[in-house]
């Protein structure tokens, strides 16, 4: 039997996922996170991008894409609290680049830093989706 970690991905609308992982990949604030069953304790901010898992007895990884969030983890249990949450399967190519011409614009036509730099993050958040369903199509 694989050693597992239970793992519950949650945003501020619902509960994306919830069961047993052999091990959890996901945009940690200082780069890629790998996490294992029996991780040492761990807490830190999650950036734009895909969180992978890999679910006992099947071969392919849940994808998830989270638009940045706070990870816990603890010897037993990985709790994802994300901002925005949107399983894989779910995430939707022509809504992600006609939001992302809609923030080009917002950009040209943005007039202080303060709203350039909103726009800017947007624009981070979008390229992280649109590189999620990239990596989605890939498998």
Known sequence: MAHTIHVDV????????????????LPG??????????HAPLM???KPGTVRLKIPNQEEEILVFVAGGI?????????????TAIRGKDLDEAKALEAMQRAEEARRSAKD???????????????AQLAAIRKLRKK
């Open 113 to 127: 830093k303060q709203e350039v730099a909103l726009v800017e993050a947007e624009l981070a958040t979008l390229a």
């Open 10 to 25: 949650v945003s501020a609308e619902e509960s994306i996922f919830s069961g047993e992982a052999e091990f959890v990949v």
């Open 44 to 46: 830190t901010h999650i």
């Open 29 to 38: 604030e200082m780069g890629e996170l790998g996490i294992y069953p029996h």
């Open 71 to 83: 990870l816990e983890v603890q010897p037993n249990l990985i709790t994802v609290l994300a901002d």
